[in-house]
Protein backbone atom coordinates (compact mmCIF):
# COMPACT_ATOMS: atom_id res chain seq x y z
CA UNK A 1 0.00 0.00 0.00
CA UNK A 2 3.01 2.54 0.85
CA UNK A 3 4.71 1.67 -2.30
CA UNK A 4 1.43 2.45 -4.40
CA UNK A 5 0.82 5.58 -2.50
CA UNK A 6 4.38 6.65 -3.30
CA UNK A 7 3.83 6.17 -6.61
CA UNK A 8 0.98 8.22 -7.45
CA UNK A 9 2.82 11.02 -5.62
CA UNK A 10 5.65 11.25 -7.65
CA UNK A 11 3.76 10.29 -10.64
CA UNK A 12 1.33 13.48 -9.86
CA UNK A 13 4.80 15.17 -9.08
CA UNK A 14 6.22 14.54 -12.52
CA UNK A 15 3.51 16.99 -14.16
CA UNK A 16 4.75 20.17 -12.43
CA UNK A 17 8.87 18.93 -12.23
CA UNK A 18 9.06 18.06 -16.40
CA UNK A 19 12.28 16.96 -17.57
CA UNK A 20 15.23 17.78 -14.91
CA UNK A 21 18.84 17.73 -16.19
CA UNK A 22 22.07 18.82 -14.36
CA UNK A 23 24.44 19.71 -12.59
CA UNK A 24 26.39 18.68 -15.41
CA UNK A 25 24.41 18.26 -19.12
CA UNK A 26 24.10 19.79 -22.65
CA UNK A 27 21.15 22.29 -23.15
CA UNK A 28 20.21 22.65 -26.86
CA UNK A 29 18.65 25.62 -28.09
CA UNK A 30 16.81 25.29 -31.26
CA UNK A 31 13.59 26.38 -32.87
CA UNK A 32 10.18 24.16 -32.89
CA UNK A 33 6.85 25.05 -33.65
CA UNK A 34 4.07 24.79 -30.04
CA UNK A 35 1.30 26.00 -29.30
CA UNK A 36 0.76 26.04 -25.42
CA UNK A 37 -2.56 28.10 -25.96
CA UNK A 38 -3.70 26.56 -28.44
CA UNK A 39 -1.68 29.20 -31.08
CA UNK A 40 0.81 27.48 -33.07
CA UNK A 41 4.38 29.05 -33.84
CA UNK A 42 8.10 28.60 -33.96
CA UNK A 43 9.64 29.74 -30.62
CA UNK A 44 13.07 29.75 -29.14
CA UNK A 45 13.24 26.45 -26.94
CA UNK A 46 15.87 24.86 -24.60
CA UNK A 47 15.64 20.48 -24.54
CA UNK A 48 17.93 18.45 -23.17
CA UNK A 49 18.29 17.19 -26.60
CA UNK A 50 17.82 18.50 -29.91
CA UNK A 51 14.66 16.85 -30.59
CA UNK A 52 13.51 17.55 -26.88
CA UNK A 53 13.02 20.84 -26.84
CA UNK A 54 10.43 22.28 -24.31
CA UNK A 55 8.20 25.19 -23.22
CA UNK A 56 9.54 26.50 -20.17
CA UNK A 57 13.07 24.90 -20.83
CA UNK A 58 14.19 21.57 -18.72
CA UNK A 59 14.46 21.94 -15.12
CA UNK A 60 18.00 22.45 -14.25
CA UNK A 61 18.92 21.39 -10.73
CA UNK A 62 21.69 20.63 -8.78
CA UNK A 63 22.52 20.63 -4.92
CA UNK A 64 24.56 23.32 -2.15
CA UNK A 65 28.03 22.73 -3.36
CA UNK A 66 27.46 21.56 -6.72
CA UNK A 67 29.28 22.61 -9.38
CA UNK A 68 27.32 23.76 -12.80
CA UNK A 69 28.93 22.22 -16.16
CA UNK A 70 25.78 23.78 -18.98
CA UNK A 71 27.18 23.40 -22.25
CA UNK A 72 24.55 25.10 -24.41
CA UNK A 73 24.47 24.26 -27.99
CA UNK A 74 23.43 26.87 -30.16
CA UNK A 75 21.27 24.74 -33.35
CA UNK A 76 18.85 27.74 -34.18
CA UNK A 77 18.13 28.30 -37.87
CA UNK A 78 14.33 30.30 -37.83
CA UNK A 79 15.59 33.82 -39.50
CA UNK A 80 12.29 35.73 -37.93
CA UNK A 81 14.11 35.44 -34.57
CA UNK A 82 17.64 35.55 -32.98
CA UNK A 83 19.98 33.06 -34.30
CA UNK A 84 22.39 33.79 -31.81
CA UNK A 85 22.13 33.67 -28.25
CA UNK A 86 23.75 33.93 -24.50
CA UNK A 87 21.87 32.08 -20.85
CA UNK A 88 22.12 33.98 -18.00
CA UNK A 89 21.84 31.82 -14.83
CA UNK A 90 19.36 34.09 -13.10
CA UNK A 91 20.25 34.37 -8.78
CA UNK A 92 23.44 32.72 -9.26
CA UNK A 93 26.24 35.17 -7.64
CA UNK A 94 29.04 33.36 -10.38
CA UNK A 95 31.82 34.13 -7.36
CA UNK A 96 35.31 34.49 -9.81
CA UNK A 97 33.42 33.52 -12.17
CA UNK A 98 31.56 36.85 -14.04
CA UNK A 99 32.95 35.53 -17.62
CA UNK A 100 29.74 32.76 -17.13
CA UNK A 101 26.89 35.34 -16.11
CA UNK A 102 25.42 35.30 -19.50
CA UNK A 103 24.58 39.51 -20.50
CA UNK A 104 25.39 40.28 -24.13
CA UNK A 105 27.67 43.40 -24.03
CA UNK A 106 28.83 43.08 -20.47
CA UNK A 107 29.93 39.45 -19.35
CA UNK A 108 30.22 37.54 -23.30
CA UNK A 109 29.61 37.94 -27.06
CA UNK A 110 26.95 35.64 -28.32
CA UNK A 111 27.13 32.12 -28.93
CA UNK A 112 26.95 32.03 -32.74
CA UNK A 113 24.59 29.23 -34.59
CA UNK A 114 26.18 26.53 -34.74
CA UNK A 115 28.76 26.46 -31.96
CA UNK A 116 28.45 25.70 -28.58
CA UNK A 117 29.43 27.48 -24.85
CA UNK A 118 30.07 25.72 -22.14
CA UNK A 119 29.09 27.86 -18.59
CA UNK A 120 30.87 26.27 -15.55
CA UNK A 121 29.96 28.07 -12.09
CA UNK A 122 29.46 26.91 -8.51
CA UNK A 123 27.37 27.12 -5.78
CA UNK A 124 29.06 26.47 -2.62
CA UNK A 125 26.71 28.73 -0.51
CA UNK A 126 23.17 29.63 -2.17
CA UNK A 127 20.48 27.17 -2.48
CA UNK A 128 17.01 27.76 -3.22
CA UNK A 129 14.85 29.01 -6.42
CA UNK A 130 15.99 30.75 -9.54
CA UNK A 131 15.81 30.21 -13.86
CA UNK A 132 17.98 30.55 -16.66
CA UNK A 133 16.73 32.85 -19.71
CA UNK A 134 18.83 33.65 -22.49
CA UNK A 135 20.17 37.86 -22.27
CA UNK A 136 20.30 38.57 -25.52
CA UNK A 137 18.37 41.50 -26.72
CA UNK A 138 14.45 40.72 -26.34
CA UNK A 139 14.96 36.62 -27.13
CA UNK A 140 13.70 34.93 -23.93
CA UNK A 141 10.05 36.64 -25.04
CA UNK A 142 10.19 33.74 -27.33
CA UNK A 143 10.06 31.19 -25.34
CA UNK A 144 14.29 30.76 -24.00
CA UNK A 145 13.67 30.48 -20.29
CA UNK A 146 13.07 27.90 -17.86
CA UNK A 147 13.94 27.19 -13.85
CA UNK A 148 16.68 26.18 -12.17
CA UNK A 149 16.41 24.47 -8.24
CA UNK A 150 19.38 24.30 -5.89
CA UNK A 151 18.30 21.65 -3.41
CA UNK A 152 19.98 22.12 0.04
CA UNK A 153 19.57 18.57 2.47
CA UNK A 154 19.82 20.78 5.20
CA UNK A 155 16.64 23.17 4.57
CA UNK A 156 15.76 24.62 8.05
CA UNK A 157 12.43 24.78 6.69
CA UNK A 158 12.18 21.05 6.46
CA UNK A 159 14.54 20.43 9.34
CA UNK A 160 12.67 22.54 12.00
CA UNK A 161 10.94 20.34 14.72
CA UNK A 162 7.37 21.05 12.65
CA UNK A 163 8.65 19.99 9.24
CA UNK A 164 6.81 22.90 7.20
CA UNK A 165 6.70 20.62 4.02
CA UNK A 166 7.19 16.91 3.05
CA UNK A 167 7.33 17.31 -0.55
CA UNK A 168 9.68 19.93 -1.96
CA UNK A 169 10.16 19.42 -6.10
CA UNK A 170 6.90 21.33 -7.55
CA UNK A 171 7.47 23.99 -9.41
CA UNK A 172 5.18 26.34 -10.66
CA UNK A 173 6.06 28.79 -13.69
CA UNK A 174 4.35 31.63 -14.58
CA UNK A 175 4.73 33.52 -18.19
CA UNK A 176 3.73 35.69 -20.75
CA UNK A 177 3.32 34.51 -24.17
CA UNK A 178 3.01 36.52 -27.32
CA UNK A 179 2.04 34.99 -30.77
CA UNK A 180 3.92 37.38 -32.90
CA UNK A 181 8.30 36.70 -32.50
CA UNK A 182 10.04 39.59 -30.83
CA UNK A 183 11.94 41.10 -33.56
CA UNK A 184 8.46 41.90 -35.70
CA UNK A 185 6.01 42.28 -32.35
CA UNK A 186 6.99 46.31 -31.97
CA UNK A 187 9.24 48.27 -29.12
CA UNK A 188 6.95 46.95 -26.23
CA UNK A 189 3.44 44.40 -27.20
CA UNK A 190 1.22 43.56 -25.21
CA UNK A 191 0.70 39.93 -24.14
CA UNK A 192 -1.70 37.17 -25.89
CA UNK A 193 -1.84 35.02 -23.26
CA UNK A 194 -0.50 33.28 -19.92
CA UNK A 195 1.01 30.43 -19.47
CA UNK A 196 1.02 28.39 -16.34
CA UNK A 197 3.50 25.86 -16.59
CA UNK A 198 3.79 26.18 -20.14
CA UNK A 199 0.00 25.91 -21.21
CA UNK A 200 -2.73 28.76 -20.83
CA UNK A 201 -5.54 29.93 -23.23
CA UNK A 202 -6.28 33.07 -25.34
CA UNK A 203 -9.30 35.37 -25.04
CA UNK A 204 -11.67 34.02 -28.32
CA UNK A 205 -9.10 30.67 -29.12
CA UNK A 206 -9.59 27.14 -28.29
CA UNK A 207 -10.01 25.25 -24.79
CA UNK A 208 -6.51 24.22 -25.05
CA UNK A 209 -5.39 21.91 -21.68
CA UNK A 210 -4.85 23.63 -18.89
CA UNK A 211 -1.78 22.75 -16.54
CA UNK A 212 -2.92 20.58 -13.99
CA UNK A 213 -1.32 20.54 -10.24
CA UNK A 214 -1.70 17.14 -8.72
CA UNK A 215 -2.10 17.15 -4.67
CA UNK A 216 -2.61 14.17 -2.16
CA UNK A 217 -4.90 15.35 0.78
CA UNK A 218 -3.37 16.16 4.04
CA UNK A 219 0.32 16.19 2.63
CA UNK A 220 2.53 19.74 2.65
CA UNK A 221 4.00 20.81 -0.43
CA UNK A 222 6.28 23.56 -1.03
CA UNK A 223 5.52 25.09 -4.33
CA UNK A 224 8.35 27.15 -5.97
CA UNK A 225 6.56 29.92 -8.04
CA UNK A 226 8.94 31.38 -10.53
CA UNK A 227 7.79 34.33 -12.65
CA UNK A 228 9.48 33.68 -15.90
CA UNK A 229 7.74 36.66 -17.55
CA UNK A 230 8.87 39.19 -20.09
CA UNK A 231 6.71 41.90 -18.85
CA UNK A 232 3.42 40.95 -17.02
CA UNK A 233 3.41 41.51 -13.04
CA UNK A 234 0.84 39.01 -11.81
CA UNK A 235 -0.97 38.45 -8.64
CA UNK A 236 -1.25 35.26 -7.83
CA UNK A 237 -3.97 32.74 -5.80
CA UNK A 238 -5.19 29.68 -5.46
CA UNK A 239 -8.72 29.57 -4.51
CA UNK A 240 -9.44 27.64 -0.87
CA UNK A 241 -6.33 27.74 0.26
CA UNK A 242 -3.57 30.29 1.83
CA UNK A 243 0.64 29.94 1.44
CA UNK A 244 2.94 30.29 3.66
CA UNK A 245 5.96 31.54 1.96
CA UNK A 246 9.52 30.53 3.30
CA UNK A 247 11.87 31.46 0.25
CA UNK A 248 11.83 34.55 -1.60
CA UNK A 249 14.58 34.84 -4.80
CA UNK A 250 16.78 31.84 -3.42
CA UNK A 251 16.79 33.42 0.45
CA UNK A 252 14.90 31.83 3.27
CA UNK A 253 12.19 33.63 5.05
CA UNK A 254 10.66 33.83 8.43
CA UNK A 255 7.40 31.74 7.66
CA UNK A 256 4.78 33.96 6.54
CA UNK A 257 1.21 33.45 5.08
CA UNK A 258 -0.83 35.26 2.76
CA UNK A 259 -3.94 34.54 0.08
CA UNK A 260 -2.38 36.34 -2.49
CA UNK A 261 1.23 37.37 -4.18
CA UNK A 262 2.21 40.06 -6.55
CA UNK A 263 4.71 38.52 -8.22
CA UNK A 264 7.22 40.85 -10.76
CA UNK A 265 9.34 39.30 -13.80
CA UNK A 266 12.37 37.68 -12.41
CA UNK A 267 10.99 37.19 -8.47
CA UNK A 268 10.83 33.50 -7.27
CA UNK A 269 8.75 32.76 -4.12
CA UNK A 270 8.65 29.46 -2.27
CA UNK A 271 5.12 28.68 -0.02
CA UNK A 272 4.02 25.79 1.55
CA UNK A 273 0.75 24.64 0.34
CA UNK A 274 -1.36 22.56 3.03
CA UNK A 275 -3.58 20.12 0.82
CA UNK A 276 -6.11 20.24 3.96
CA UNK A 277 -9.41 21.09 1.60
CA UNK A 278 -12.04 18.32 0.42
CA UNK A 279 -11.09 16.77 -2.62
CA UNK A 280 -11.68 18.58 -5.78
CA UNK A 281 -10.46 20.72 -7.92
CA UNK A 282 -9.77 24.35 -7.56
CA UNK A 283 -8.64 27.25 -9.51
CA UNK A 284 -5.16 28.74 -10.19
CA UNK A 285 -5.35 32.12 -10.55
CA UNK A 286 -2.74 34.23 -12.28
CA UNK A 287 -4.35 38.05 -13.02
CA UNK A 288 -1.97 39.80 -15.12
CA UNK A 289 -1.34 43.70 -15.01
CA UNK A 290 -1.72 43.65 -18.96
CA UNK A 291 -3.09 42.41 -21.46
CA UNK A 292 -6.70 40.92 -21.06
CA UNK A 293 -7.51 40.61 -17.08
CA UNK A 294 -10.27 38.16 -15.49
CA UNK A 295 -10.19 34.46 -15.79
CA UNK A 296 -13.35 33.70 -18.38
CA UNK A 297 -13.27 30.70 -20.33
CA UNK A 298 -10.08 29.46 -18.34
CA UNK A 299 -7.63 32.39 -19.31
CA UNK A 300 -4.59 33.47 -16.73
CA UNK A 301 -5.42 29.73 -14.80
CA UNK A 302 -4.42 26.54 -13.88
CA UNK A 303 -5.62 23.70 -12.02
CA UNK A 304 -5.13 22.57 -8.87
CA UNK A 305 -6.50 19.08 -8.66
CA UNK A 306 -6.61 16.79 -5.28
CA UNK A 307 -5.74 13.10 -6.42
CA UNK A 308 -9.66 11.06 -6.06
CA UNK A 309 -11.23 14.10 -7.85
CA UNK A 310 -12.87 14.11 -10.98
CA UNK A 311 -10.25 15.24 -14.26
CA UNK A 312 -12.79 18.77 -14.68
CA UNK A 313 -12.67 21.89 -14.47
CA UNK A 314 -13.03 23.40 -11.44
CA UNK A 315 -16.33 25.31 -10.31
CA UNK A 316 -14.75 27.36 -7.14
CA UNK A 317 -15.19 31.02 -7.03
CA UNK A 318 -12.49 33.35 -6.28
CA UNK A 319 -12.71 35.17 -2.46
CA UNK A 320 -11.47 38.72 -1.82
CA UNK A 321 -7.87 38.98 -0.54
CA UNK A 322 -7.38 39.69 2.99
CA UNK A 323 -4.23 38.76 3.68
CA UNK A 324 -2.12 39.62 0.53
CA UNK A 325 1.56 39.93 0.00
CA UNK A 326 3.37 42.98 1.72
CA UNK A 327 7.31 42.77 1.35
CA UNK A 328 7.87 44.68 4.57
CA UNK A 329 6.08 41.76 6.00
CA UNK A 330 9.22 39.36 4.39
CA UNK A 331 12.52 38.98 6.67
CA UNK A 332 15.33 36.59 6.36
CA UNK A 333 15.84 33.74 8.36
CA UNK A 334 19.17 33.76 8.98
CA UNK A 335 21.73 36.52 9.16
CA UNK A 336 19.38 39.69 9.25
CA UNK A 337 20.37 42.98 8.98
CA UNK A 338 21.41 45.23 5.92
CA UNK A 339 24.87 45.92 5.50
CA UNK A 340 26.61 48.77 7.40
CA UNK A 341 23.17 48.78 9.50
CA UNK A 342 21.85 52.82 9.57
CA UNK A 343 25.23 53.98 9.23
CA UNK A 344 25.98 56.19 6.29
CA UNK A 345 26.70 54.02 3.32
CA UNK A 346 30.32 54.39 1.78
CA UNK A 347 28.68 54.71 -1.42
CA UNK A 348 25.16 56.26 -2.46
CA UNK A 349 23.66 56.49 -5.74
CA UNK A 350 20.18 57.75 -6.77
CA UNK A 351 19.07 55.46 -10.14
CA UNK A 352 16.38 58.46 -11.72
CA UNK A 353 14.72 56.78 -14.14
CA UNK A 354 12.78 58.41 -17.01
CA UNK A 355 11.90 58.04 -20.30
CA UNK A 356 12.44 60.26 -23.71
CA UNK A 357 9.65 60.21 -25.62
CA UNK A 358 11.47 61.44 -28.92
CA UNK A 359 13.64 58.70 -29.12
CA UNK A 360 11.32 56.31 -27.26
CA UNK A 361 14.26 55.44 -24.78
CA UNK A 362 14.62 54.63 -21.29
CA UNK A 363 17.23 56.95 -19.48
CA UNK A 364 18.55 56.01 -15.88
CA UNK A 365 20.33 59.51 -15.22
CA UNK A 366 19.93 61.22 -18.87
CA UNK A 367 21.81 58.51 -20.26
CA UNK A 368 19.92 55.54 -22.72
CA UNK A 369 22.13 52.47 -22.17
CA UNK A 370 23.12 50.81 -25.57
CA UNK A 371 24.89 47.51 -25.42
CA UNK A 372 28.78 47.68 -26.35
CA UNK A 373 29.96 45.29 -29.13
CA UNK A 374 33.04 44.93 -26.56
CA UNK A 375 31.94 43.14 -23.67
CA UNK A 376 32.52 45.42 -20.37
CA UNK A 377 34.19 42.09 -19.35
CA UNK A 378 36.59 42.03 -21.99
CA UNK A 379 37.42 46.57 -21.77
CA UNK A 380 38.42 45.45 -18.03
CA UNK A 381 40.79 42.81 -18.56
CA UNK A 382 42.08 44.78 -21.40
CA UNK A 383 43.09 47.72 -19.44
CA UNK A 384 40.31 49.92 -19.13
CA UNK A 385 38.74 50.69 -15.46
CA UNK A 386 37.58 54.01 -15.23
CA UNK A 387 34.03 55.35 -16.05
CA UNK A 388 35.47 57.63 -18.68
CA UNK A 389 37.27 54.52 -20.52
CA UNK A 390 34.77 52.38 -20.31
CA UNK A 391 31.89 51.74 -22.83
CA UNK A 392 28.54 52.88 -22.68
CA UNK A 393 29.54 56.23 -21.96
CA UNK A 394 27.76 57.58 -18.80
CA UNK A 395 26.42 53.87 -18.04
CA UNK A 396 29.20 52.58 -16.70
CA UNK A 397 29.64 53.11 -12.14
CA UNK A 398 32.85 51.95 -10.90
CA UNK A 399 32.44 50.11 -7.57
CA UNK A 400 35.31 50.16 -5.49
CA UNK A 401 35.94 46.52 -3.43
CA UNK A 402 34.54 46.05 0.04
CA UNK A 403 32.11 49.08 0.71
CA UNK A 404 28.75 49.43 1.44
CA UNK A 405 26.87 51.35 -1.68
CA UNK A 406 23.07 52.20 -1.45
CA UNK A 407 21.36 52.97 -4.39
CA UNK A 408 18.10 54.81 -4.17
CA UNK A 409 15.28 54.42 -7.36
CA UNK A 410 12.61 56.66 -6.73
CA UNK A 411 9.11 55.25 -8.44
CA UNK A 412 6.99 56.86 -11.00
CA UNK A 413 8.13 56.08 -14.38
CA UNK A 414 6.76 56.12 -17.46
CA UNK A 415 5.98 52.27 -17.85
CA UNK A 416 6.46 51.46 -13.98
CA UNK A 417 6.39 49.84 -11.79
CA UNK A 418 9.79 48.82 -13.16
CA UNK A 419 10.78 45.18 -11.92
CA UNK A 420 15.01 45.78 -11.12
CA UNK A 421 17.17 43.09 -11.02
CA UNK A 422 21.05 43.18 -9.68
CA UNK A 423 23.29 40.68 -11.44
CA UNK A 424 25.81 39.17 -9.10
CA UNK A 425 24.02 39.67 -5.88
CA UNK A 426 21.27 39.18 -3.34
CA UNK A 427 20.52 42.88 -2.11
CA UNK A 428 18.90 44.41 1.48
CA UNK A 429 15.50 45.95 0.19
CA UNK A 430 15.52 48.62 3.04
CA UNK A 431 12.67 50.97 2.38
CA UNK A 432 10.27 49.05 -0.16
CA UNK A 433 7.22 50.47 -2.79
CA UNK A 434 4.34 51.30 -1.08
CA UNK A 435 6.23 52.33 2.35
CA UNK A 436 7.82 55.53 3.53
CA UNK A 437 9.67 53.54 6.82
CA UNK A 438 13.43 52.20 6.57
CA UNK A 439 14.47 49.61 8.21
CA UNK A 440 17.73 48.06 8.33
CA UNK A 441 17.70 45.34 11.19
CA UNK A 442 15.51 43.07 9.32
CA UNK A 443 14.64 43.93 5.35
CA UNK A 444 13.76 41.51 2.80
CA UNK A 445 16.70 40.31 1.02
CA UNK A 446 16.66 39.09 -2.80
CA UNK A 447 17.48 40.02 -6.17
CA UNK A 448 14.43 41.57 -8.34
CA UNK A 449 12.65 44.54 -6.44
CA UNK A 450 9.62 46.55 -7.68
CA UNK A 451 10.20 50.04 -8.16
CA UNK A 452 6.89 50.86 -6.91
CA UNK A 453 4.67 54.04 -8.02
CA UNK A 454 5.13 57.97 -7.90
CA UNK A 455 6.43 58.84 -4.13
CA UNK A 456 8.10 55.54 -3.54
CA UNK A 457 11.82 55.45 -2.94
CA UNK A 458 12.87 52.34 -3.39
CA UNK A 459 16.30 51.75 -1.28
CA UNK A 460 18.43 48.82 -1.74
CA UNK A 461 21.88 47.85 0.10
CA UNK A 462 24.94 45.63 -1.03
CA UNK A 463 28.41 45.32 0.02
CA UNK A 464 30.81 44.85 -2.94
CA UNK A 465 32.45 41.70 -2.04
CA UNK A 466 31.96 40.08 -5.72
CA UNK A 467 34.02 41.33 -8.21
CA UNK A 468 32.91 41.59 -11.89
CA UNK A 469 30.65 44.03 -14.14
CA UNK A 470 27.13 43.24 -13.04
CA UNK A 471 24.75 44.70 -14.96
CA UNK A 472 21.54 46.24 -13.30
CA UNK A 473 18.61 46.59 -15.28
CA UNK A 474 14.57 46.30 -15.49
CA UNK A 475 13.44 42.37 -16.00
CA UNK A 476 10.70 43.85 -18.36
CA UNK A 477 12.51 42.68 -21.14
CA UNK A 478 11.55 45.30 -23.28
CA UNK A 479 12.44 47.55 -21.29
CA UNK A 480 15.68 46.80 -21.06
CA UNK A 481 15.75 46.48 -24.76
CA UNK A 482 15.13 50.58 -25.28
CA UNK A 483 17.71 51.45 -22.39
CA UNK A 484 16.74 51.04 -19.16
CA UNK A 485 19.77 49.44 -17.43
CA UNK A 486 23.34 50.31 -15.54
CA UNK A 487 26.65 48.45 -15.49
CA UNK A 488 28.11 47.87 -12.20
CA UNK A 489 32.32 47.49 -12.14
CA UNK A 490 32.89 46.12 -8.91
CA UNK A 491 36.43 45.60 -7.92
CA UNK A 492 37.90 46.73 -11.97
CA UNK A 493 41.71 45.96 -10.43
CA UNK A 494 40.28 42.40 -9.21
CA UNK A 495 38.25 41.75 -12.61
CA UNK A 496 41.10 42.60 -14.45
CA UNK A 497 42.98 39.65 -14.03
CA UNK A 498 39.86 36.76 -14.29
CA UNK A 499 40.65 33.65 -16.29
CA UNK A 500 37.71 32.96 -18.34
CA UNK A 501 38.57 29.58 -20.21
CA UNK A 502 39.92 30.36 -23.99
CA UNK A 503 36.79 29.39 -25.61
CA UNK A 504 35.04 32.44 -24.06
CA UNK A 505 37.65 34.61 -25.85
CA UNK A 506 36.54 32.79 -29.38
CA UNK A 507 33.06 34.18 -29.16
CA UNK A 508 33.65 37.62 -30.02
CA UNK A 509 35.87 36.97 -32.90
CA UNK A 510 33.58 33.95 -34.33
CA UNK A 511 30.28 36.54 -33.58
CA UNK A 512 32.14 39.56 -35.17
CA UNK A 513 32.56 37.45 -38.40
CA UNK A 514 28.88 36.67 -38.99
CA UNK A 515 26.82 39.13 -41.43
CA UNK A 516 24.24 41.29 -39.82
CA UNK A 517 21.56 38.92 -38.70
CA UNK A 518 18.23 40.33 -41.28
CA UNK A 519 14.79 38.94 -39.81
CA UNK A 520 12.52 37.68 -42.67
Not at 167 to 180: F, P, Q, V
Not at 204 to 214: D, F, Y
Not at 370 to 397: E, F
Not at 408 to 414: D, E, K, L, Q, Y
Amino acid sequence: MFVAFAFIILSALSVTRGITIGPAANLHVGNKNISPDGFSRSAVLAGSSSDGLTFPGPVITGVKGSTFKLNVIDQLTDTTMLRSTSIHWHGMFMGGNSWADGPVGVNQCPIAPGNSFLYQFSVAEQAGTFWYHSHHSTQYCDGLRGALVVYDHLDPHRLRLLKLYTIESTIITLADWYHTPAPSAGRIPTPDATLINGKGRYPGGPASHLAVIRVQRFVKYRFRLVSISCGANYIFSIDGHTMQIIEVDGINVQPHNVDSIQIFAGQRYSFVLNANQSIGNYWVRSQPNLGTLGFDGGINSAILRYIGATNEEPTTAQAPSTSPLLETNLHPLSNPGAPGGSAPPDVAINLAIAFDFANFRFTVNGVTYNPPTVPVLLQIMSGAMTPGALLPAGSIYVLPPNKIVELSIPGGAVGGPHPMHLHGHAFDVVRSAGSSAYNYDNPVRRDVVSTGDAGDNVTIRFKTDNPGPWILHCHIDWHLEIGLSVVFAEDVATVAHEKPPATWNDLCPIYDALPPEVFN
